[in-house]
C-alpha cells in the first residue's frame, strides 16, 4: 500500500513539474524570449573568449583559493573553540559567531572600501572575494568541524589518552579524520554554498561570472535573460563536478580506512588449548 502510495505521489509531482515547466516555457515564448537572435550570440566565438570563459576563471580562482582557506580557518577555528583554555575558546568562538551572523554581502563590501580606509593603501577586489569567501565560509566550516569532532564516541579519544597520546596528538590522528568523513556531506554543501557566492563579487566589481557573463554580455547584446539561463547551467555544471569530486575522495577515503587483511587468529597452542577441549596454561620450557 505504501508503495502504491509513493508511485502514485510521485506521478503526480512529475506531472505537476512539467506543467509548471511547460508553464514557464509558455510564458517566455509569449515574450519573445526564445527568438533566435537573443541566443545568437552564443554562437560566436568571442562571447566566450571575451566574457563566458574569463568570468569562469574569475569564479574558479576565487572558489579554489577560498575553498583552501576555509577548511583551514575552520579546522583551526574548530580546535579553538575545543580548547580546554578559556583564553583561547572564548575570542574563537567570537570570532566565528560574529563573521556567522554578518551578511557575506556586506562583509565583501566593508573589507573592499574598509580596509583602504585603514590602511590607506588600496584593497585587491580578488583578496576582498577571498576574505569575505573565507571568514563567512570558515566560519559555518568551524561549526560542522566542531560537531564532528563531538559526534565521535569518547571512548575513541579516552583510548588515545590511555596509550599515552598528547590532546593534539589525539585531535590530529583520531577526532579529525574521523570527523571529516562524518562531516564530508556538510563540508561539500557548504563548498558548493562558497562557489555560488562567489557571484556576490558583483557588488564590488570582481569579474567573476555573473560580471562578465551576464550583466557585460547583456550589455552588447540585450540578452539578459538569455545569459543569465546560461550563466545558471554553467554554475550547476561546476557545482556538480565539486558535489562529484566531493563523492569520490569519500569513496576513496573509505576503501583506504578499511583493514587491509582479515584479522589473523591466534592458534590453539598460543592460546593454550588442550587437545581434550580445555584451556590450560602453558609451562615454562626448561
Known sequence: MARARNRILTVVFGVALLALLYWIYARFDAKGQWAAALWKPFTYASTWTDYVIPG???????????????????????????????????????????????????????IFFGVPFLTQSPMPVFWAVVAGLTLYNGSVLAEAFRAGIRSVPLGQSEAGYAIGLRKSQVMQAIL???????????????????????????????????????????????????????????????????????????????????????????????????????????????
Open 56 to 110: 569562469l576563471e574569475g569564479t574558479l580562482k576565487a572558489a579554489a583559493v577560498a575553498m583552501v582557506l576555509s577548511l583551514a580557518f575552520g579546522l583551526v577555528f574548530a580546535v579553538g573553540r575545543l580548547s580546554d583554555h578559556r583564553w583561547v575558546s572564548i575570542p574563537a568562538g567570537a570570532v566565528v559567531e560574529f563573521f556567522r551572523a554578518v551578511p557575506l554581502l556586506l562583509l565583501m563590501f566593508f
Open 176 to 286: 579529525l579524520p574521523q570527523a571529516a568523513r562524518a562531516m564530508l556531506p556538510v563540508i561539500v554543501s557548504q563548498l558548493v554554498v562558497l562557489v555560488k557566492d562567489t557571484a556576490l563579487g558583483y557588488i564590488i566589481a570582481y569579474p567573476e561570472l555573473l560580471q562578465l557573463g551576464v550583466n557585460n554580455l547583456s550589455a552588447n547584446y540585450g540578452n539578459v535573460v538569455q545569459a543569465a539561463i546560461v550563466v545558471a547551467i554553467i554554475f550547476i555544471l561546476v557545482n556538480s563536478a565539486v558535489t562529484w569530486l566531493a563523492g569520490w575522495l569519500g569513496r576513496r577515503t573509505r576503501r583506504t580506512a578499511r583493514p587491509a587483511g582479515p584479522t589473523p587468529v591466534a592458534t590453539g597452542e598460543e592460546l593454550g588449548v588442550g587437545f581434550d577441549g580445555g584451556i590450560g596454561v602453558t609451562e615454562p620450557q626448561g
